[in-house]
Nanobody
């Protein structure tokens, strides 16, 4: 059973930083893609940043230069370092992974990030 567990969300002032973690119950090398999505209040879920095949990364234009995705294969964890946070970054952040083994997509339960003064 694949499980993804996010942590690290919270309330932060504009300009502040947070680091999100997504811990997997299986080796993250079994995923062809793995990364972060977010759903702002009243809006659709959108890609934030992810690893794709070959270790390449995708970032949403709105977070380029401010957010950095990284991973620790030994800890089975993917991180999202978020700097220079803006109120429009407020959302529930979800971890998503696509399994090479069975072709399934897996989602975490989400973690709330609120950027407000």
């Amino acid at each position: 059973q694949v499980q993804l567990v996010e942590s690290g969300g919270g309330l932060v002032q504009p300009g502040g930083s947070l680091r999100l973690s997504c811990a997997a119950s299986v080796s993250i090398l079994s995923f062809s893609t793995m990364g972060w999505y977010r759903q702002p209040p009243g809006k659709e879920r959108e890609l934030v940043a992810r690893f794709i095949s070959g270790g390449m990364t995708n970032y949403a234009d709105s977070v380029k230069g401010r957010f950095t995705i990284s991973r620790d294969n030994a800890k089975k964890t993917v991180y999202l370092q978020m700097n220079s946070l803006k109120p429009e970054d407020t959302a529930v952040y979800y971890c998503k992974a696509h399994s090479i083994l069975n072709g399934n997509d897996y989602w975490g339960q989400g973690t709330q990030v609120t950027v407000s003064s």
